[in-house]
């Protein structure tokens, strides 16, 4: 027989096509890179950043505290009269009215002068009614009952919480990867498995048409195969468009344009034989948990909170100084251009608003002291929660690896005994479900492990160790 060698390879190419396709429109990814790619692009990570970025920003604010204050000011002020000085002169001539009186008592000019001069008054200007002033003014707190170190303290325990709110959300968006990575990991493996149960069901109902002509078996059998085979497509089916689904997700969480290459997941699905004891995880819980972390460091904020109120009692002193850098109308002998001292202020009695303040900090701290407490508890609840999980999975994975073998075992027999007419097409597609069934399973399990795992070591403040579990 002969073969037209361009036919032969047009049909190559016809059949290689969708395969290039395929491969040219898929993106490799392994778990250590999806983290990467999670860190440099994650929008909420991002925000974390920017909310450390303004505590930092806060704790620089409280510092300047430290600093002296300057300010300049200047005004225009018009007087309704002039600043003056008025001394009326009887003050002066009545003495000498007296004393003339007493020499000369008939004399009657030098009196008369006298009272006429007496009856005015001696007029001195001091300022006109137009004032220009540009002053300096400097104020620098040289103790405040020890409020700004307290001050300083809450800066920085400020940044700690913004960034223990940050490691909180890289937590949370581990989580939200592993279970979208390798839910895209189970999703195509899902696929897998169904794409290799149809071809299975498919072979199936070949077989069963062959059988049906040589009268080995009647027709219900052969529809039988006909009909799971249908039902074995639209679980491949169903198992694609969820595959599509999870892959969005995951393309989402990276920052991945929806229209880009899909993702394949290179980092396989992994269980481990043996994990640390259960209080390792607890004690880990009570040191790196995130939330409890916070809740300390609000307390120690409230600590800080109640020393300052309490400073409250105590007197503000600082030195002031002005310096008078221009002035119409004010002479420099009345009021000197330059002005320094020393000063206090002491607030008595206000009203007992400080005594109020110091017992809301008080209430405050406490209520976080118990928010610590419950928080361990319940965390506690969570840690033996997912470890159960964790040993669930590990057992359910050890019971199916045995079920599947028998599962392949059972198939194999099965198919051979139908294709000698010693076996029902029934018993054959029970079978072929069954295995399909554990190999799902066993999957499953091992993914509810992977999700139980990151949820355990995030819950515990150490997620970053996943990938050490992964060997």
């Known amino acids: 027989m002969k073969f037209n060698l361009n036919i032969v390879l047009s049909s190559i190419v016809i059949v290689l096509m969708p395969v290039f396709a395929y491969t040219q429109n898929v993106r490799p990814l392994s778990f250590e890179d999806a983290l990467n790619l999670l860190q440099s692009g994650n929008q909420s990570l991002q925000i974390a950043d920017k909310e450390i970025e303004i505590a930092k920003n806060e704790k620089d604010k409280l510092n300047a505290f430290w ?50 001069i007496g009856s005015n008054s001696l007029i001195v200007p001091l300022a006109p009614r137009n004032l220009v002033t540009v002053d300096v003014n400097a104020e620098w707190i040289i103790f405040s009952g020890l409020k700004r170190f307290r001050a300083t303290k809450i800066g920085r325990t400020m940044v700690d919480i913004a ?75 169903a198992a694609e468009k969820n595959e599509s689904v999870v892959q969005n997700s995951l393309k989402t969480i990276l920052n991945i344009e929806s229209n880009d290459a899909n993702i394949i997941p290179t980092s396989h699905l992994f269980i481990n034989e043996s994990l640390p004891s259960k209080y390792e995880f607890i004690e880990t819980l009570n040191t790196n948990n995130y939330l409890i972390n916070q809740l300390n460091l609000q307390e120690q904020i409230a600590k800080e909170q109640t020393k300052i109120d309490q400073a409250g009692y105590m007197p503000n002193i600082a030195f002031f100084g002005k310096q008078t850098l221009y002035s119409h109308g004010i002479q420099s002998n009345l009021i000197p251009r330059l002005v320094i001292g020393v000063g206090f202020t002491w607030n008595l009695f206000d009203g007992l608003e400080r005594e109020k303040r110091i017992r809301q900090s008080k209430l405050t701290r406490q209520t976080l002291l118990l928010g610590q407490e419950k928080a361990k508890d319940d965390f ?27 599962s392949e075992e059972l198939v194999r027999i099965r198919k051979k005994a139908f294709l000698e007419g010693m076996a029902t097409s029934l018993e054959v597609i029970d079978a072929e479900t069954l295995l399909a069934k554990v190999r799902i399973a066993k999957l499953a399990a091992y993914y509810e492990y992977e999700v139980a795992l990151i949820n355990l070591l995030a819950i515990c403040g150490i997620p970053e160790k996943f990938s050490s579990y992964n060997y």
Do not use: C, W
Not at 210 to 232: F, P, S, W
């Open 67 to 116: 600093y002296p204050s300057l300010q300049a000011s200047g005004a225009y002020t018009y007087l309704s009269q002039k600043i003056e000085v008025k001394e009326p002169l009887s003050q002066f001539t009545n003495p000498v009215s007296d004393f003339v009186h007493s020499i000369l008592p008939d004399d009657q000019i030098i009196t008369n002068l006298l009272n006429q």
């Open 163 to 237: 960034q223990e709110n940050k490691n909180q959300i890289d937590a949370n968006q581990r989580t939200l990867l592993v279970e979208a990575y390798y839910g895209l990991k189970l999703a195509q493996q899902v696929v897998k498995v169904r794409m290799e149960t149809y071809s299975a069901f498919k072979k199936h109902y070949e077989n069963a048409l062959k059988l049906e002509a040589t009268g080995m078996i009647d027709k219900a059998g052969r529809l039988l195969a006909q009909v799971n085979m249908d039902e074995a497509k639209r679980e491949l089916e």
């Open 380 to 406: 506690a609840v969570g840690v033996d929660n997912f470890y159960s999980q964790l040993e669930k999975s590990l057992d359910n994975v050890a019971a199916l690896n045995t079920t599947i073998e028998l």
